[in-house]
Every structure is written in structure tokens, then in C-alpha cells.
């Protein structure tokens, strides 16, 4: 009994405290989700309105916040423990009060083939021929008009198809979601075999997503900085960098020193300098797929002269810094982007 | 079992508890419900009390207003300590395009969202064990930092503010 009472101390001397009380699924929910959803469900993540709440399992709401949506804004969390991911879950369960539907997660039975068909009549003018969804972005507005209110799934995406039974995805078809674009295809006139095959073709979509493509983690062994000698000195080599960014659509912003602000300007290291420019409009069309970008901005080429003579520039890996926002559509402008730097800073040193 | 013994599962799980992971967050970003003036100005504050100096806000909005693109308030705020910018820049030009720090700041209707990239989420292509621990301080410093654009929401309300 006594060796009993001191291993159950000792463990709750290990434990640390937030393990031993019960997840507070509010908090959880404010740390993790309201940044992006709000504290209701708004703002620039998906609404998790009534009506989508009304149509999808707790089971999906899980596996939602597990799996994320690869490519997509909305990241993976698994980091969070089952009890706290059930805590976030009964908290936004709890907004409406009624408990979300169940679906069995046995598969429907159903022709792919067919599917595709009927997929390219009903489906791919709002969820696009392949499935992934409209285009640009993803849930609401960021201070500009969309055309949809709500961002159509990426009905592709692996977080989507590992968080969704073939059940709920008929369910969806068949009654659609009020308030949003999705109709009700029973309404049209759709037919249970037809729900059937298109659950059959949306659900091939996954066999396809099960490889990712191996250029991610080549990439991912590079460095986040660009750094090149340059053959010129301090001077020339700024006023090479600055003639380069004339010719390519680039405005400038006023150069400045690298700890110019930090320090009185007598102090400032002036062999640093940091050369600044912006497309505005390839930033519009990044920031209306990622409105956070402004964490790598604005672009710049930093020159350095060092002790010894030598002159380096210095730029941000677009393309890798890029990979850090879960968002395959700002990857491919910052690839564009990261093309645009890399012939800049060839001319530069010609 | 024996006392050696419950020293010994004690301090197996205390280890196996306190490596679990942290929330690997490559951006870290909050929302504030004080509007964009208010946040900017306890952003600023906040900075500054955690030992940082403001060096300068970018505007980013004026840009694509001025060239016709609709867009809300949108500023990025850089901000550093002079000694650590020097040295760092110094010992590891390859952090440069990183410094100073910066802070993306953005209006949502009445709301505001504030953004940074996690600089912890860079450690994993330096293997510099000085660089991990810098990043770690810095993520600290952004999550406080965070932390008080949150905190600040309850205090403006409490002090009965709009």
C-alpha cells in the first residue's frame, strides 16, 4: 500500500501539470484554431458554420485537425494528444448543441468510370476538372471579392479524403450544404446509384495522392539563404544589383542599411547594405493566396562587404521559405518569384 | 519494488514526458480583436519591452493602393537588438535575409491578425547548436510577444476601451 501511494506520486510529480486536468478545449481552440477561424468559426479559415457543422462527424472534425489539408492553409496538428483534439472538437461541437451525424465507415460500392463522367457534368465547374478545388485560395475573403463565398474543397486533397467517409461524402452530394454554393443533387435528379459512382470516382482520387513528389524534400536540403561572391566590389556590385532589377517590372523601395533603426545612424554598419524592390503586382497575387506573406517581405538582396574585401549578396530562398506556409498555390509563385531573384542576381555579377 | 527501482521508473518518466514535442508551428500568427491602430501601437510596446528595438515599419498597403489593388491596412514591422544583429550577421551571413525580425500585421474588418514566420522552423537547415538556441529564444520572444497581443485584448477591455 505505501510503495503503492509513492509511485502514484511520483508519477504526478513527472506529469506535467496540463496532462493531469482535463484539455479545456476553449483554450485549445484559441491557441490553435482562432487565429485563422475566429472565436466563432469566421475569419480567413473555412466557416465552421451550423449548416457545415449539421452535415459532418465528429470523427471528421478529428481527423481534420490530425491530418490538416496538405497544401492548403490549414495545417496538421499532431501534436496535440486524442483528449485535447476531442476537447477542440466537443468545443465546436458545442455551438450549436446538437450533436454532428455518424456515418459508418464501411465503402459504398460504385463505378469509377461512371463517376468520372457524371463528376464532369455536376462537379468539375466549381470543384474544377481535377478536383482540387476553384483556384485561388482558400475559405473566406481577405479584404477583396471571390466568386464563391465559401471556397469549394479540394475534394483531392489527402487531409480531405483520410478525414471523410464515403457516407458523409454521399450525404453531401445528395442534400448539399444551405448557405453556400453546394446544392442538393437529389434535387437535380440524381439517382443512389448515382451518388454511389460519384463517391467511387471522388474516392480514386486518393490512390493518386499517396506519393508525394520527391521534389519537396530535395529542396527541403537546401539553404533558406541565397548567397553568391560577387566578382565586382561593395559599390559596383549595388549598382549592378539596382541596373539588373530596372529591367524586370520591379519598383524600388529606398535602400537601407542592415541595422539601420537598431542603432544611432553614426553606429550603423555601412557595408551592409540591403537593396529593396516589389512587384506589386505579383504581390497582390501571392498575398490573395497566402495573406501572411508578409512575413518574407518585401524582396531584397543584401550586400556585405567582409573584413577580408570580400563581397557577397545575399537573398532569401523564395521557393524554400515559401514551403513553410502549407500552400501549394503560393509555391508556385514563389517559384516564379525565385526564378525572377536568381536572374537578377546572375546579371548582377556579370 | 524496491526504492532503486521506483528511482528508476520516475526517472524514465519524467525524461519520456518532458521531451514531448512542442506545437511545431512554421508561421505563428494570432488574432486580435482590438483593431489595427490599437494592435499596432501594443505591438510596438510589447517589442519593445522585451528588449527589442522597432528599426522600421513597412507599409505595405500604401503600395498596392496607390497602384489600384483593393487591400485592407497591412503593415511589417522590423525590429532587433543592434549587438545581436551585428554578431549574427557577422558569424552567420546566411541569416541576413532574416534579419532584423519581423512582424506581419494586417486588418480583418474590426479585428487583426498578426503574423510571424517561427524561427525555431528554420533550425532544421543550420546545424549551428548556437543557431538552434538563438531560434529558440527568438520563438519565445515572437510567442510572448503573441501572447500579449492576446493579452492586450482583455486589458483594453477591462479598461473599458473600444
Known amino acids: ?350 | 519494488m524496491n526504492t532503486k527501482s521506483l528511482i528508476k521508473l520516475w526517472m524514465a518518466l519524467a525524461l519520456s514526458l518532458t521531451s514531448l514535442p512542442g506545437i511545431a508551428q512554421n508561421i505563428l500568427t494570432v488574432r486580435s480583436v482590438q483593431d489595427f491602430e490599437h494592435s499596432m501601437t501594443s505591438l510596438q510596446s510589447s517589442i519593445e519591452t522585451h528588449g527589442y528595438k522597432v528599426a522600421h515599419v513597412q507599409r505595405c498597403d500604401s503600395g498596392l493602393t496607390g497602384l489600384g489593388y483593393e487591400t485592407d491596412r497591412y503593415r511589417v514591422v522590423f525590429f532587433g537588438k543592434h549587438e545581436e544583429v551585428r554578431r549574427l550577421s557577422a558569424d552567420f551571413p546566411e541569416l541576413i535575409p532574416f534579419l532584423p525580425l519581423k512582424i506581419a500585421v494586417f486588418a480583418e474588418g474590426e479585428q487583426t491578425i498578426i503574423s510571424s514566420i517561427n524561427p525555431t522552423s528554420l533550425g532544421e537547415f543550420y546545424a549551428d547548436d548556437r543557431l538552434r538556441i538563438q531560434f529558440k529564444r527568438w520563438e519565445n520572444d515572437l510567442r510572448s510577444i503573441l501572447t500579449d497581443m492576446q493579452q492586450g485584448d482583455t486589458t483594453a477591455a477591462a479598461a473599458g476601451e473600444e
Open chain 1, 1 to 350: 500500500m505505501k510503495i503503492r501511494s509513492i509511485v502514484i506520486a511520483l508519477i504526478a510529480l513527472a506529469c506535467p501539470p496540463q496532462l493531469l486536468a482535463a484539455p479545456d478545449g476553449a483554450a485549445l481552440y484559441e491557441t490553435n484554431c482562432a487565429a485563422c477561424h475566429q472565436v466563432n468559426g469566421g475569419g480567413i479559415g473555412l466557416p465552421l458554420s451550423a449548416s457545415k457543422l449539421a452535415t459532418v462527424s465528429d470523427n471528421y472534425i478529428k481527423s481534420t485537425i490530425r491530418h490538416g489539408r496538405v497544401g492548403r492553409i490549414m495545417p496538421a496538428f499532431p501534436e496535440l494528444s486524442s483528449a485535447q483534439v476531442d476537447a477542440i472538437t466537443a468545443y465546436i461541437r458545442n455551438w450549436s448543441g446538437v450533436a454532428g451525424p455518424q456515418y459508418p465507415d464501411t465503402p459504398l460500392p460504385g463505378d469509377r468510370r461512371r463517376g468520372g463522367s457524371l463528376f464532369k457534368i455536376y462537379c468539375s465547374s466549381c470543384h474544377s476538372p481535377d478536383g482540387s478545388g476553384e483556384g485561388l485560395g482558400t475559405g473566406v475573403t481577405y479584404s477583396r471579392g471571390r466568386s464563391f463565398a465559401v471556397m469549394p474543397p479540394a475534394i483531392t486533397n489527402p487531409g480531405f479524403l483520410a478525414s471523410a467517409s464515403d457516407h458523409m461524402i454521399k450525404r453531401v452530394i445528395m442534400l448539399g450544404r444551405p448557405g453556400t454554393a453546394m446544392k442538393s443533387f437529389l434535387d437535380v435528379g440524381l439517382r443512389d446509384n448515382d451518388f454511389n459512382d460519384l463517391v467511387s470516382y471522388i474516392r480514386s482520387f486518393e490512390a493518386r495522392q499517396r506519393n508525394p513528389p520527391p521534389a519537396v524534400e530535395e529542396e527541403a536540403q537546401k539553404s533558406p539563404a541565397l548567397m553568391f561572391d560577387s566578382p565586382n566590389d561593395f559599390a559596383t556590385t549595388i549598382a549592378s544589383i539596382k541596373s539588373a532589377i530596372e529591367g524586370r517590372n520591379f519598383r524600388y523601395l529606398p535602400d537601407r542599411h542592415l541595422e539601420k533603426g537598431l542603432a544611432d545612424s553614426s553606429q550603423v554598419n555601412r557595408r551592409q547594405m540591403t537593396i529593396r524592390y516589389c512587384n506589386f503586382e505579383q504581390l497582390y497575387k501571392m498575398m490573395r493566396v497566402e495573406p501572411r506573406l508578409g512575413v518574407g517581405l518585401p524582396c531584397r538582396i543584401t550586400v556585405i562587404e567582409k573584413d577580408d574585401g570580400t563581397v557577397q549578396l545575399i537573398a532569401m530562398n523564395m521557393r524554400l521559405i515559401a514551403q513553410l506556409f502549407n500552400n501549394d498555390q503560393l509555391l508556385e509563385y514563389a517559384e516564379e518569384l525565385h526564378e525572377i531573384q536568381l536572374e537578377i542576381i546572375d546579371d548582377a555579377m556579370l
